[in-house]
Nanobody, 126 residues
Framework: DVQLVESGGGLVQAGGSLRLSCAASGVTRDDYAIGWFRQAPGKEREVISCIGNGGTYYLESVKGRFTISSDSAKNTVYLQMDSLKPEDTAVYYC?????????????????????WGQGTQVTVSS
């Protein structure tokens, strides 16, 4: 079974940093596109970053502040979040989708992610 476990969330002051981790089991990281999503209260879930064989993607509002990276040996994808803002407050989720489900080189942004973690809360105080 595919399992994704997020960690690293917490409470931080504006301008601070957090690093989220998405540990995957039951998958080989390089065979899957991995996306980071967030959902704030009353708002729709949005994809903020992802990584796959088609490259990486960042939501415009996080460009230059967030960095996605992958450690294949640990089967873990990280999201380094710097210069955090109160509007970054949300539950953050990672999701996975087999690369084989889309043409090679397809953007990871619009994949039909089928495997999801439980989420981790990020709260940024002003």
């Amino acid at each position: 079974d595919v399992q994704l476990v997020e960690s690293g969330g917490g409470l931080v002051q504006a301008g601070g940093s957090l690093r989220l981790s998405c540990a995957a089991s039951g998958v080989t990281r390089d065979d899957y596109a991995i996306g980071w999503f967030r959902q704030a209260p009353g708002k729709e879930r949005e994809v903020i970053s992802c990584i796959g064989n088609g490259g990486t993607y960042y939501l415009e509002s996080v460009k230059g502040r967030f960095t996605i990276s992958s450690d294949s040996a640990k089967n873990t994808v990280y999201l380094q979040m710097d210069s955090l803002k109160p509007e970054d407050t949300a539950v953050y989720y990672c999701a996975a989708e087999p690369e084989s489900s889309s043409p090679y080189g397809s953007s990871c942004r619009r994949r039909p992610y089928n495997y999801w973690g439980q989420g981790t809360q990020v709260t940024v105080s002003s």
